[in-house]
Structure formats: C-alpha cells, structure tokens
C-alpha cells in the first residue's frame, strides 16, 4: 500500500538530513507504528510521505501512485491528522467538517456521526475557538476520517486526552483497521504502539534502525524473567529472577521448593526497554 525507497531530507538542502536513507513497506490494512524521540524525523518523514514537504530524493508511493505526481485521486484516499490542531477557529466543529468535507470528490462520513463519535456530540455547535486542546485534537482526528481514507496518517492521536478519551480514540482506530484501512502511526507512546501497532519502525537521527512486530521484538530482546513474592522470616520479599541462565533457574527451584511463594509473575519487556537497550537513548 506504502513504498518508500532510500528517502532523504535536508531542510538546509545540504548535507544535514533529517531523514536518511529510510526504506520500508506498509502493507494494506496494517498499522505501522513510527516510533522515535522528539527531532528523530517522524513528522517530516510523514509530511513527505503525503505530499506536505517537496520529495527531495527517494521514492514514495501509495496504492501504486507517486506523490511526485499528486492528483485528486491521491488527495480522496488519504486521511492526515496533524500534530498540531489546524482549524478554523471562528467556525464550530460542526461548520468546519462541513466545510472541510466539500473539498472532496468522493463519498464522505456525516460530520455529525464523526463528532459524537469522538466524543464532540454535545459541543459540536460550539466555535472551535472555545475548544479545549484535546476537543481540538479531537476534531482533526475526526476530520482525518471524513473522506474515510484508504491510507491515514495519524500523528501523536492520544497525546495530551484524558484515559476514557484516549480509549475511544484507540478503538476507533482499531475499527478502522478492521474495515482494512491502512494506517501510519506516529508517536512517542509506545505502549499505544504496543497496543496498536502490527509493526513498528525504531527511529533515531533520521534513520531507521529497525523494523519488526512488538512480539518478535520482545521474544528477540526481552529478557525472560518472573518476579517472584515469597516469606523469608515472616517478611514479604521481592526477587526478580532470570529465566535465562542456569544460576537463576536453580534459584527459582529452590525458592518453589520451600513452598513459601506468595506470588509469581513472568516479566516482559516493555517496548519502551527494547528501544532503550537498540537505540541507547529513551524517547524523550
Ligand atoms: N521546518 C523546519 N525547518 C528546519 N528544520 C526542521 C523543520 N522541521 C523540523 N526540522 C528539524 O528536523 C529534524 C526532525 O524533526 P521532526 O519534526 O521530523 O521530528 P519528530 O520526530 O517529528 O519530533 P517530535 O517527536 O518532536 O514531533 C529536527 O532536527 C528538527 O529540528
Ligand atoms: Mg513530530
């Protein structure tokens, strides 16, 4: 559905790229998560990707068209919801997906559903002006969705929404993948990647340092481990025990043995570990 081949960027057009040499597929119906610290290159990369920045050299397509063609169709089958909130502030919700809907040449969604959809139902009269940061981030992403895109662009959807909210975001998106809508994902959150992601891409200094499932990921560099509780002289203890070698194993023999377990837990690492331990540096 995506191809993209040996991408660069240089704002400064010389040799200091934001983006490096990236090359990857999304397939259709997956979602691709772009995960990578703040001025990693995961907004320009996504900006080229749907024809926002100039194509400086590589090759991007989508659904077998090239942005460096750019035509109505290409427009009609994306969704992009930005960063940050770019809408008509003297308008109301409502009013600027109405607006926004007549730009396209194929079917749209009913604004009014979309609005109660992501939770705007009650404000949906209201001028944006009046809206809260997350109402407004809120009403981008349910503008991104009105031409029911067949590829959408999602940067940071839950970033800055309160749990109930963000859980409603996350299962529109899942719905969406359902109905074999292929999206790309950008964020710092990796347990939202965790969560959504069918694959995700480790970003670091414009290049992409891996590609792979948060499965395998986890299977590859997570090491296996249980947390055990047990008594030790009438005193609850915590032990982290390896599974890997053969010191820990005996360890957690010995420790079942005396039966005075409490409790027992396998650990896995978490996404956010696994990127610690690639890239050598967190994600903010
Ligand atoms: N318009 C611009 N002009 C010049 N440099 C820019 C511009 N936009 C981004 N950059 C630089 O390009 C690099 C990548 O930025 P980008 O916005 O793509 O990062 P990001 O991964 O999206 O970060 P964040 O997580 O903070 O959104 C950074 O070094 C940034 O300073
Ligand atoms: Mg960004």
Redesign the pocket.
């Known amino acids: 559905m995506l191809n993209v081949k040996g991408l660069y960027h240089s704002?400064?057009k010389d040799e200091h790229y934001?983006?490096q040499d990236m090359t990857f597929q999304v397939e259709k119906g997956e979602i691709f998560g772009f995960l990578?610290?703040?001025?990693?290159?995961?907004?320009?990369?996504?900006s080229i990707l749907f024809g926002l920045l100039e194509l400086q050299r590589g090759e991007v397509s989508i659904d077998g068209m090239s942005v460096k063609k750019l035509s109505d169709d290409f427009f009609n089958m994306i969704g992009v919801s930005f960063?940050s909130p770019n809408v008509y502030k003297n308008l109301t919700g409502l009013e600027n997906l109405k607006f926004y809907s007549k730009m396209f040449n194929v079917a749209t969604e009913k604004p009014e559903e979309l609005l109660k959809e992501v939770g705007l139902g009650k404000d949906m009269n209201k001028k944006a002006s009046q809206y809260s940061k997350g109402m407004l981030q809120r009403l981008v992403f349910a503008r991104s969705m009105i031409n029911n895109p067949k590829i959408w662009f999602l940067?940071?959807p839950t970033s800055g929404l309160d749990p109930e909210t963000a859980s409603r975001i996350k299962a529109i998106i899942k719905r969406k993948k359902d109905q074999g809508t292929t999206i790309f994902l950008?964020t710092?959150n990796m347990n939202i990647a965790d969560e959504l992601c069918d694959r995700v891409a480790f970003?670091n200094d414009?290049k992409i340092i891996l590609i792979d499932t948060p499965q395998k990921l986890k299977l590859r560099y997570g090491e296996r481990s249980v947390k055990v509780e047990f008594m030790d002289q009438e005193k609850l203890r915590t032990e982290f025990i390896s599974l890997v070698d053969k010191q820990g194993q005996s360890q957690l023999q010995k420790l079942v043995e005396t039966g005075r377990i409490v409790t027992m837990h396998s650990q896995e690492a978490s996404l956010e570990e696994i990127f610690i331990s690639v890239v050598g540096r967190g994600l903010i």
């Open positions: 704002y400064s934001a983006v990578g610290p703040s001025g990693a290159g995961k907004s320009t990369t996504q960063e940067d940071e950008t710092h970003v414009g």
